[in-house]
């Protein structure tokens, strides 16, 4: 199975800082990857697919990069509404696999 | 706009059947060649894919719960469901439906999910 490790698991920020999150796949999953956002008691938000397409209606402060083994999701200016947990996702190799999660809580 | 919905108790005793069920609405199930999935959050964990069945009827399952896990759809009433057996404290989780937004347009042997319900949270406890 594809091993996905995210970093840090905890971010203290601002609104309005830039913030950046990493995640790191055990072998190539190419451009195969895709971010989350989960909030208690919501459903969970596509962010981005295929490690660097935004998906309807999310705002262009988020962005991710990266192919292979290594790949990023920034958030450009934090907002209020941006507090919550963050997950990658492989879904190069089967069965898809997740991140173990980053907490974005404010600073 | 499809919606899903999770239903389900929220209490198992251990060495019990887990069951929920996910009600699709604003779109049917068979339109489009979808992935009906469910996902499971544990605490201070991450998440975790269970498997995915297609209205009609193929189900395919994470192997490291394979032998545990029974999925079905009834496309008819809009609704798919988990069965998990003999449940132990180690399947207290958040259980998540979702569906495949088709996605993988290449080289990929899965799918990232844009729908998802609100969850559903399970404990199991005697």
């Known amino acids: 199975d594809i091993q996905m490790t995210q970093s840090p698991s905890t971010l203290s920020a601002s609104v309005g800082d830039r913030v950046t999150i990493t995640c790191r796949a055990s072998q190539n999953i190419r451009s195969w990857l895709a971010w989350y956002q989960l909030k208690p008691g919501k459903a969970p938000k596509l962010l981005l697919f295929k490690a660097s397409s935004l998906d309807d209606e999310v705002p262009s402060r988020f962005s991710g990069s990266g192919s292979g083994t290594e790949f990023t999701l920034t958030i450009s200016s934090l907002q209020p509404d941006d507090f919550a947990t963050y997950f990658c996702q492989q879904y190069s190799g089967f069965p898809c696999s997740f991140g173990q999660g980053t907490t974005l809580e404010l600073k | 706009q499809v919606q899903l919905q999770e239903s389900g108790p929220g209490l198992v005793d251990p060495s019990q059947t887990l069951s929920l069920t996910c009600t699709v609405s604003?779109?049917?199930?068979?339109?489009?060649?979808?992935?009906w999935t469910w996902i499971r959050h544990h605490p201070d964990k991450g998440l975790e894919w269970i498997g995915y069945i297609k209205a009609s009827g193929s189900a395919y399952y994470n192997p490291s719960l394979r032998s545990r896990v029974t999925l079905s759809a009834d496309p008819s009433k809009s609704q798919f469901s988990l069965n998990v057996h003999s449940v132990t404290a180690a399947d207290t989780a958040i259980y998540y439906c979702?569906?495949?937004?088709?996605?993988?347009?290449?080289?990929?042997?899965?799918?990232?999910?844009?729908?998802w319900g609100q969850g559903s949270l399970v404990t199991v406890t005697s």
């Open positions: 979702a569906r495949d937004g088709a996605f993988c347009t290449g080289d990929c042997q899965e799918d990232a999910f844009d729908i």
């Open positions: 604003g779109g049917s199930m068979l339109s489009g060649d979808h992935y």
